[in-house]
């Protein structure tokens, strides 16, 4: 099972899918040979790499930014 990472984490199931989770939830399921390259790149830096493989890639400081003082109006 993957490291949690920031509310990620990854299960590599038996017949050679993969599940990533996001705080519980699925957030995407690779098979074949995307999962064989996910597994491969994962060790690096796993929330990175979960997370673009996800497509939360540019998410995360959108709602920090909106509450900031210089973008308030």
């Known amino acids: 099972m993957g490291e949690p990472a ?3 984490r990854y299960v590599e ?3 050679g899918t ?3 989770t996001h705080h519980g939830r699925v957030a995407g399921t690779l098979r074949g040979g995307r999962a064989e390259q ?7 830096d ?8 996800t497509g ?7 709602r920090t930014a909106r509450q900031h003082p210089r973008n308030r109006a």
């Open 46 to 53: 796993p929330q990175l790499v979960m997370a673009r493989w």
């Open 56 to 62: 939360n890639y540019r998410r995360g400081n959108e």
């Open 38 to 44: 996910f597994l491969a790149e994962v060790e690096d």
């Open 18 to 20: 993969v599940v990533i």
């Open 6 to 8: 920031h509310g990620f």
């Open 13 to 15: 199931r038996a017949d």
